[in-house]
């Protein structure tokens, strides 16, 4: 798909092309994904365009379908809060409690980590 949708964008003008990505190619259908509500208007009038495109590309489309797909933001790395003395002991009682010998070990690092999660 990544290759379809590279040779359907070099054929759009730049402009669009970097606001928009060929997500699925269904029959005579493509699926296009938008960033939001006004690109998927502005292009609902530039179906043909997108068409050329795709036939360019040599995808046998008849129709458009547009969906919005918000981009999503990387959540921030920070790393955990320091562990409190109290909370490490907690951790080790708990992985000593318990029989997963798997569930044990996570414990165990993370309360040798001294971070919280």
Do not use: C, Y
């Amino acid at each position: 798909m990544d290759a379809a949708d590279q040779r359907f964008r070099r054929h759009l003008p730049p402009a669009l092309a970097g606001h928009l990505r060929l997500a699925n190619v269904d029959r005579e259908a493509v699926v296009v994904v938008v960033p939001s509500p006004a690109w998927k208007a502005r292009l609902r009038m530039d179906t043909a365009l997108l068409l050329a495109a795709a036939h360019a590309a040599g995808i046998d489309a008849r129709t458009v379908t547009l969906k919005v797909v918000p981009p999503t933001a990387p959540l921030p790395e920070r790393p955990g809060a320091p562990l409190s003395a109290a909370a490490r002991a907690t951790l080790e009682a708990a992985a000593q409690s318990v029989a997963d010998p798997d569930l044990k070990a996570q414990l165990l690092r993370l309360a040798a980590s001294g971070r919280a999660p």
